[in-house]
């Protein structure tokens, strides 16, 4: 085998290598954002069910966007609160009813 032969082996042997450690990396990497998404219980709701819950006295609507977004945004839902999602969540969250559905925004 030529002098060449042996470096274009060489290169061919490290670019499959690095191939497959992105591919572990990638999988891996999916792997652990499917196993965080399978324990997020947190349910989703639509536009049009939280219509209907609006104005119920169990209910509390939070817009956690960041100031910049809410200052400019000219849709903002009525009767709900904003908080400041920079802020650690432990510093607002527990002014609010665990009884109460909160919803986020």
Not at 14 to 23: D, S
Not at 38 to 43: E, I
Request: net charge positive; proline share 3%; hydrophobic share 40%.
């Amino acid at each position: 085998m030529t002098h060449r032969a042996e470096i274009a082996e060489v290169t061919t042997m490290k670019r499959c290598l690095r191939m497959l450690l992105v591919g572990v990396l990638v999988l891996s990497a999916l792997g652990c954002m499917q196993r965080w998404s399978s324990q997020d219980k947190t349910p989703l709701m639509t536009k049009e069910e939280l219509r209907t819950l609006l104005g119920s006295p169990n209910l509390t609507v939070v817009d956690v966007r960041i100031e910049s977004e809410w200052k400019k945004s000219e849709l903002k839902i009525q009767g709900a609160v904003r908080e400041d999602p920079e802020k650690h969540v432990r510093t607002w969250a527990s002014k609010y009813s665990k009884d109460n559905t909160l919803v986020f925004y």
